[in-house]
T-cell receptor
Framework: AQSVSQHNHHVILSEAASLELGCNYSYGGTVNLFWYVQYPGQHLQLLLK??????LVKGIKGFEAEFIKSKFSFNLRKPSVQWSDTAEYFCAVNAGNQGGKLIFGQGTELSVKP | NAGVTQTPKFQVLKTGQSMTLQCAQD?????MYWYRQDPGMGLRLIYY???????DKGEVPNGYNVSRLNKREFSLRLESAAPSQTSVYFCASSEITSQPQHFGDGTRLSIL
């Protein structure tokens, strides 16, 4: 079955540190890839998406992600985190033949210390 | 712009009781979804409706039923609640299934 793995369950960083959150998926066909963020007590919001084209995609709030097809990966990055980035981050994959189902990773909780 | 509205926001049930969670979207989206979120497990799809008049099972459909009442509304029903269904439930919608989903604020459901 298709699966999405996020390697880090909890990441703790100081402000201004660089961030990279890993995401790997198991499906080998055409995929749409997403990163969502959930701030404490809030609903999920879209950070960025990849459908096709340039494998380096930029999202809101200075986040970016790189799609590496050969590694089945879609890692999220930010050069310099802020305290306000404290949240849970979810990678999600929609495969072409899955009838629209989004498969989510387990989530990575990011805590940024001021 | 309300987006996706879920009611209620909180609910406590006793084992065996029934309950319907309501969801409505005002974005004219075709597709709607119900997820549950449990610690360390991400979001798991319960049911979805790719378009008005259709519903399909997701990863964890057992113990739930859904109704796509019209294009705007998609309800989730627990016929006989069990403690294992204690969770936070999110409704979402998207223009079509391949497009990004917009989420509601969630319903925190506790079953005693």
């Amino acid at each position: 079955a298709q699966s999405v793995s996020q390697h880090n369950h909890h990441v703790i960083l100081s402000e201004a540190a660089s961030l990279e959150l890993g995401c790997n998926y198991s499906y080998g066909g055409t995929v749409n890839l997403f990163w969502y963020v959930q701030y404490p007590g809030q609903h999920l919001q879209l950070l960025l998406k990849y459908f096709s084209g340039d494998p380096l995609v930029k999202g809101i709030k200075g986040f970016e992600a790189e799609f590496i097809k050969s590694k089945f990966s879609f890692n999220l990055r930010k050069p310099s985190v802020q305290w306000s980035d404290t949240a849970e981050y979810f990678c999600a994959v929609n495969a072409g033949n899955q009838g629209g189902k989004l498969i989510f990773g387990q989530g990575t909780e990011l805590s940024v210390k001021p | 712009n309300a987006g996706v509205t879920q009611t209620p926001k909180f609910q406590v049930l006793k084992t065996g009781q029934s309950m319907t969670l309501q969801c409505a979207q005002d974005m004219n989206h075709n597709s709607m979804y119900w997820y549950r979120q449990d610690p360390g497990m991400g979001l798991r799809l319960i049911y979805y409706s790719a378009s008005e008049g259709t519903t399909d099972k997701g990863e964890v459909p057992n113990g739930y039923n859904v109704s796509r009442l019209n294009k705007r509304e998609f309800s989730l029903r627990l016929e006989s609640a069990a403690p294992s269904q204690t969770s936070v439930y999110f409704c979402a919608s998207s223009e079509i299934t391949s497009q990004p989903q917009h989420f509601g604020d969630g319903t925190r459901l506790s079953i005693l």
